[in-house]
Nanobody, 123 residues
C-alpha cells in the first residue's frame, strides 16, 4: 500500500509556471510507475505524463510536449510535474497515481491515487 499526496497547485497567469509534487508514504516510489493525470468537469480523466519505476523513462502527452516535464527523486520519495508556459486550457484538477508496472497512459491501470490539486490558469 502507498499513500499519495499532491501539492503545488494554485492560480497562475497564462504563460506562468507551477511545479506539482507527488509525495509517497507507506512504500517507496521505486516500486512503482507513476503517472500524472488531469480532469475537468464533464470530461474523462486525461493522461499528462508518466515516469518509470527506474526513473529513466519519462513520457508526456502530445498536448503538453515542450511545456511539461515529469521527473522523480527517489531519495525524497517524490515525483514532480514541472509545468511551464501554462495555458487556460491546462486548468484542471491534477492527480498523481501509481501502479506496479511499466509506464502507462491508461488511468484504469493505476491502483493508487492522490486526492488531487487544483490548477487554475487565468488569461
Amino acid at each position: 500500500q502507498v499513500q499519495l499526496v499532491e501539492s503545488g497547485g494554485g492560480v497562475v497567469q497564462a504563460g506562468g509556471s507551477l511545479r506539482l509534487s507527488c509525495a509517497a508514504s507507506g512504500r517507496t516510489f521505486s516500486r512503482y510507475a507513476v503517472g500524472w493525470f488531469r480532469q475537468t468537469p464533464g470530461k474523462e480523466r486525461e493522461f499528462v505524463g508518466t515516469v518509470s519505476k527506474s526513473g529513466s523513462l519519462t513520457y508526456v502527452a502530445v498536448s503538453v510536449q515542450g511545456r511539461f516535464t515529469i521527473s522523480s527523486d527517489n531519495a525524497k520519495n517524490t515525483v514532480y510535474l514541472q509545468m511551464n508556459s501554462l495555458k487556460p486550457e491546462d486548468t484542471a484538477v491534477y492527480y498523481c497515481a501509481a501502479f506496479e508496472g511499466d509506464p502507462s497512459w491508461d488511468p484504469t491501470g493505476y491502483d493508487y491515487w492522490g486526492q488531487g490539486t487544483q490548477v487554475t490558469v487565468s488569461s
